[in-house]
């Protein structure tokens, strides 16, 4: 399978500033990526997707970056809460039968307040 | 509207022991699945089916099987459980195959001894 790999394992942030994860993928073919929250014993959590059509995409203080050339995905949250602490991860996909997603292993954010 | 339901939350078997995972979601989707999760690795995906009475193999299917009956329920089944599927096991469902997030339950922590 296809690997999708994350920079940092964790990360700490001061509360109220920017945090960056990011994440690497090997397919040149993967065209549509999730960013999961996964809270300690909760399963996890959709926080944004965008498709290989796009470079950016913004939600509710969170955007997240497609640099397809270098095949890299980065998920910025801005004013960062301790709400926020959780692993976060990606997942890319590809048109494969099944709709076979492949997961990072996750970047562990800690928000200190 | 419960979403992705899991039973049990944590489960303890003897090697050998049989066993079958409940998952349940109430949003009418065609799309299930089944993944692990293990320390240092991201989520690996099991069993998947499209839609009821279609179940296929996904990542890491040995040791497990699936069936779908109906679309509400995709119960995954150890037939005789080894130390190697002790893991956290997630249920998932989407709209459908394709560029669709999935939503993921809250869990099953399984220990085989």
Wanted: some cysteine; proline content about 5%.
């Amino acid at each position: 399978g296809e690997s999708v790999g994350l920079h940092l394992p964790t990360l700490s942030v001061q509360e109220g500033d920017n945090s960056i994860i990011n994440c690497a993928y090997s397919n040149s073919a993967s065209d549509y990526f999730i960013w999961y929250k996964q809270e300690s014993g909760k399963g996890p959590q959709f926080i944004i997707d965008i498709r290989s059509n796009m470079d950016k995409r913004q939600g509710q203080r969170v955007t997240v970056l497609l640099n397809k050339t270098v095949k890299h995905l980065s998920l910025q949250i801005a004013a960062t809460q301790p709400g926020d602490s959780a692993v976060y991860f990606c997942a890319e996909n590809y048109q494969n039968p099944g709709n076979q997603f492949y997961f990072g292993t996750g970047t562990s954010l800690t928000v200190i307040p | 509207n419960a979403g992705v339901t899991q039973t049990p939350k944590f489960q303890v078997l003897k090697t050998g022991q049989s066993m079958t995972l409940q998952c349940a979601q109430d949003m009418n989707h065609e799309y299930m699945s089944w993944y692990r999760q293990d320390p240092g690795m991201g989520l690996r995906l099991i069993h998947y089916s499209v839609g009821a009475g279609i179940t296929d193999q996904g990542e890491v299917p040995n040791g497990y099987n699936v069936s779908r009956s109906t679309t509400e329920d995709f119960p995954l089944r150890l037939l005789s459980a080894a130390p190697s599927q002790t893991s956290v096991y997630f249920c998932a469902s989407s709209y459908s195959q394709g560029f669709y997030e999935q939503y993921f339950g809250p869990g099953t922590r399984l220990t085989v001894t």
